[in-house]
């Protein structure tokens, strides 16, 4: 049969994994198989698991079978055994991302109907795949909506800031108690804060009610990065979600040259201008301020102007 294969993209590795029921409604995820190569490599064990049986149509089995099969053979080798999986990927290093603790590596082999997203780990001892199956126009869908971002606003909804499908927030409780929760695009109104759905109103509403404040932690900025501070002509250290920065030891002689050093070891950390001056106006202005998002700056560091948005209703 014919079909595409592509490593998969930064935002569809989020689809080889178990979703909420809300997420797998809206993508039309049909189930996953999960397989493994034996002791020796070179066997192929499965187990299947749906998650939409409605959806799971002869069509689909039938797609499912020659994909695999396919996947197994000489042509494509992806899942002919650990050795031949591990040289597949390896040749194509844009496949790799970091999975829950080890480096795995993911393509999506799309049909005419429907979308396959394959996650791989080539270790002995583990499981070596999951084929996640989807309907894939409902996928695509869905995922163009998720790339517009979660919005986050105050109860009389006015905007506060929006951050992409799966990252991070911080909520600071009354009590002084931090917590982190990874954040999921349901639609438009409505999203996942750990593995609870809310409304966006009455999310923010219950953040007000309770004391909390809210920040995002983006996955765009790094944990930390150094800042020249002016006004001791030292080096200071700026961490994610923290206000102020933290002194070091560090100094590098006339301001300019302790400036021209902060640049420097933001550089080897693979630092880029426009997220050291995210991460800077984040810690003096707050985290939650449109200056505190790397995209709000050119590859220089210079602001950009905002763009125009445009939400569905």
Request: glycine share 8%.
């Amino acid at each position: 049969m014919d079909f595409v294969i592509n490593p998969l993209t930064e935002a569809e590795c989020k689809y080889t994994y178990a979703q909420s029921t809300q997420i797998e409604g809206q993508t039309g995820c049909i189930g996953h198989l999960r397989g493994d190569f034996g002791s020796g490599g070179n066997e192929f064990f499965t187990s299947w698991f749906d998650h939409r049986r409605d959806l799971k149509t002869d069509q689909f089995k039938n797609e499912l079978d020659e994909v695999i099969n396919a996947l197994r053979s000489e042509e494509y080798g992806l899942l002919k055994s650990r050795t031949d999986m591990s040289q597949y990927a390896k040749s194509r290093p844009d496949s790799a991302f970091e999975g829950s603790y080890t480096t795995e590596y993911g393509f999506r082999a799309d049909t005419e109907k429907y979308a396959f997203l394959i996650r791989c780990n080539p270790t002995r001892g583990d499981y070596n795949f999951y084929c996640y199956c989807y309907v894939r126009e409902w996928l695509d869908r869905h995922m163009e909506k998720a790339s517009r971002g979660i919005r986050f606003i105050t109860p009389d909804y006015k905007e506060k800031f929006i951050i992409p499908d799966g990252d991070k927030i911080r909520i600071a409780l009354s009590d002084g108690e931090q917590l982190d929760r990874t954040c999921r695009y349901i639609n438009e109104n409505y999203l996942e804060v750990g593995s609870n759905l809310y409304h966006i109103c009455e999310f923010a509403e219950r953040m007000e009610q309770n004391g909390n404040t809210v920040i995002p932690l983006r996955s765009s900025l790094p944990e930390k990065c150094y800042v020249f501070v002016q006004t001791e002509n030292c080096v200071g250290i700026v961490k994610k979600g923290e206000s102020g920065f933290f002194r070091t030891d560090i100094q590098g002689g006339k301001p300019s040259e302790t400036n021209a050093l902060v640049n420097d070891m933001n550089e080897k950390l693979g630092l880029t201008k426009d997220q050291t001056e995210a991460m800077k106006a984040g810690s003096m202005f707050g985290w939650d301020t449109p200056a505190a998002d790397p995209k709000s700056y050119d590859k220089s560091g210079i602001p950009v102007k905002p763009k125009q948005k445009d939400y569905e209703r």
